[in-house]
């Protein structure tokens, strides 16, 4: 047998069946002709009991681990391996996945550093540094010792009992990184995990270690919380453990029952994660995942009781699109995706005004314009928006915005409104009216988009220049008295 020197206390003679891999062969070789224990650790064992599908595959090497993933390499032939020299790892891309090499090392982070301090470690020590006891479960490679389970801190057990426990001290293991404060829940979430009660303390307890670490590791973990089964679950954690007020206040501020007289209004924190769940049942984009989370965010910036109606939140809407640049900015996401939230918030309230019979076809053909693509994920959001207990008015709510839904799509097949743009382009108004550049260009364009999103018009080119011959003499006139009387500038 391989000597692994300190492992052999740790060993317990419990072997698992590996999957009909073509890479472990390889490392059960690999291992035996470079005379270096190698073992698959973390998420791809975890993975493999409880049944998951398994893919990339984290090795660790009782040695230097960026020879291992050479010496890998070159026995499959592969030119691609990414080393990463400070941390003592490489990775060996594959077509379709990646397999990264590690030796066995221990990590500290210190008071106010985002960046560990590495050292060489023992099999058993790489272990106790690792996050949680359900990715502290190792399988040697050796053939001496093939399959081979190391499990020191019986993340096995916890795998079955469905928990989420550190394998040290909570206070030591979030000290080495914070980071897996918000790991613990993530994996609760999508595991669908209880986090042991030690562990949940340490973190309440630790919350404000999270402000260490760098904004871009935080957000990874908040948009893999966003994409569990569940969502709701992980925020729930958040807020309990205290975190959430650090990493997201705008959400926490969501939490409360306002109450005044006899008037109630629902808890807004869970009736976004109601939406949040709702959608999710129907999506994987996490955009219109993160449109549900932020849907309602300026509510309690915008709260004001009526004594008749209770607490309102008129114009919640607009002021909650007027926030989603500065979260973006803040939680260094793609700026691009800017608009798209932008524009679902601003509209999500909009539906619901339109679904009385006596709305004019007017409203609705404004509201496919301004939606345009987007129409069909604002439906979406609505349907999830709806989060009452009571079925009959969950079916009477549907009802409606299956109607909705259906004039809509009499109303665009007939005036071809989505993604509509004007029959008639603001430098052909200034070339066949002789008009410089200026607001007067946008008025007359503006006329004649009202006009056809009024029905006075069919949405036509022709149409629509004759609409503007008869109206533009009018609307100069009215322009140039504003202009005269110094409302106006007459040029832009």
């Known amino acids: 047998m391989v000597n692994t020197g300190k492992t052999e206390k740790i060993i317990r003679k419990i072997?698992?069946?590996?999957?009909?891999?073509?890479?472990?062969?390889i490392l059960s070789t690999l291992s035996e002709e470079i005379e270096t224990p190698l073992y698959i650790v973390g998420g791809y064992v975890r993975d493999l009991l409880l049944g998951r599908t398994v893919k990339d595959i984290d090795v660790m090497a009782a040695g230097d681990g960026v020879s291992v993933a050479k010496a890998f390499a070159g026995k499959i032939g592969a030119r691609n391996v990414v080393v990463y020299e400070k941390f003592g790892t490489a990775m060996v891309k594959l077509s379709d996945r990646d397999i990264e090499f590690v030796g066995a090392r221990k990590e500290k982070y210190h008071e106010r550093s985002r960046k560990p301090s590495v050292l060489p470690a023992t099999v058993n020590e790489d272990l106790s540094r690792r996050d949680f006891t359900v990715n502290a479960i190792a399988v040697a490679m050796h053939p001496?010792?093939?399959?081979?389970?190391?499990?020191?801190?019986?993340?096995?057990?916890?795998?079955?009992?469905?928990?989420?426990?550190?394998?040290?001290?909570?206070?030591?293991?979030?000290?080495?990184?914070?980071?897996?404060?918000?790991?613990?829940?993530?994996?609760?979430?999508?595991?669908?995990?209880t986090i042991h009660r030690?562990?949940?303390?340490?973190?309440?307890?630790?919350?404000?270690?999270?402000?260490?670490?760098?904004q871009?590791?935080?957000?990874?973990?908040?948009?893999?919380?966003?994409?569990?089964?569940?969502?709701?679950?992980?925020?729930?954690?958040?807020?309990?453990?205290?975190?959430?007020?650090?990493?997201?206040?705008?959400?926490?501020?969501?939490?409360?029952?306002?109450?005044?007289?006899?008037?109630?209004?629902?808890?807004?924190?869970?009736?976004?994660?109601?939406?949040?769940?709702?959608?999710?049942?129907h999506?994987?984009?996490?955009?219109?995942?993160?449109?549900?989370?932020?849907?309602?965010?300026?509510?309690?910036?915008?709260?004001?009781?009526?004594?008749?109606?209770?607490?309102?939140?008129?114009?919640?809407?607009?002021?909650?699109?007027?926030?989603?640049k500065h979260l973006f900015k803040r939680f260094k996401l793609p700026l691009d995706r800017v608009p798209y939230v932008e524009k679902l918030v601003r509209l999500h309230l909009r539906p619901m005004a339109l679904v009385d019979e006596g709305v004019t076809d007017s409203a609705v053909r404004r509201l496919l314009f301004e939606a345009g693509e987007e129409i069909d994920d604002l439906m979406k959001l609505c349907r999830a928006d709806i989060t009452s207990k009571n079925p009959r008015k969950v079916k009477q709510y549907l009802n409606n915005y299956n109607r909705l839904v259906k004039r809509m799509e009499e109303i665009e097949e007939k005036d071809r409104l989505r993604n509509w743009q004007p029959p008639i382009r603001g430098d052909e108004i200034m070339e066949r009216f002789d008009i410089p550049p200026s607001k007067l260009v946008g008025i007359l364009k503006?006329?004649?988009?009202?006009?056809?999103?009024?029905?006075?018009?069919?949405?036509?080119?022709?149409?629509?220049?004759?609409?503007?011959?008869?109206?533009?003499?009018?609307?100069?006139?009215e322009y140039d008295k504003q202009v005269s009387s110094g409302g106006e500038n007459r040029c832009e």
């Open 15 to 25: 072997t698992v069946s590996l999957p009909d891999d073509p890479v472990i062969p």
């Open 144 to 193: 001496s010792e093939y399959g081979v389970l190391l499990d020191p801190f019986k993340g096995k057990a916890d795998l079955k009992k469905k928990i989420i426990r550190t394998p040290l001290d909570p206070d030591e293991t979030f000290d080495d990184d914070p980071l897996r404060m918000l790991r613990a829940i993530r994996f609760a979430a999508h595991l669908d995990f």
């Open 198 to 214: 030690d562990t949940l303390q340490g973190i309440k307890k630790n919350k404000e270690r999270i402000s260490i670490v760098s």
């Open 216 to 281: 871009e590791r935080i957000t990874d973990e908040l948009l893999k919380i966003i994409q569990a089964g569940k969502p709701s679950a992980g925020f729930i954690l958040l807020k309990e453990t205290g975190l959430l007020k650090i990493i997201f206040p705008e959400i926490d501020a969501l939490a409360g029952v306002d109450q005044r007289y006899e008037h109630h209004h629902k808890d807004v924190f869970y009736h976004t994660l109601q939406v949040l769940d709702n959608i999710s049942e």
């Open 283 to 324: 999506t994987d984009d996490i955009y219109l995942r993160i449109v549900a989370l932020v849907h309602d965010i300026a509510k309690p910036k915008t709260k004001a009781f009526h004594p008749r109606h209770g607490w309102t939140f008129h114009n919640h809407e607009e002021l909650g699109a007027r926030m989603i």
């Open 446 to 477: 503006k006329a004649v988009e009202d006009a056809i999103l009024d029905g006075k018009i069919p949405n036509e080119y022709e149409a629509a220049l004759e609409y503007l011959y008869e109206v533009k003499d009018e609307i100069i006139r």
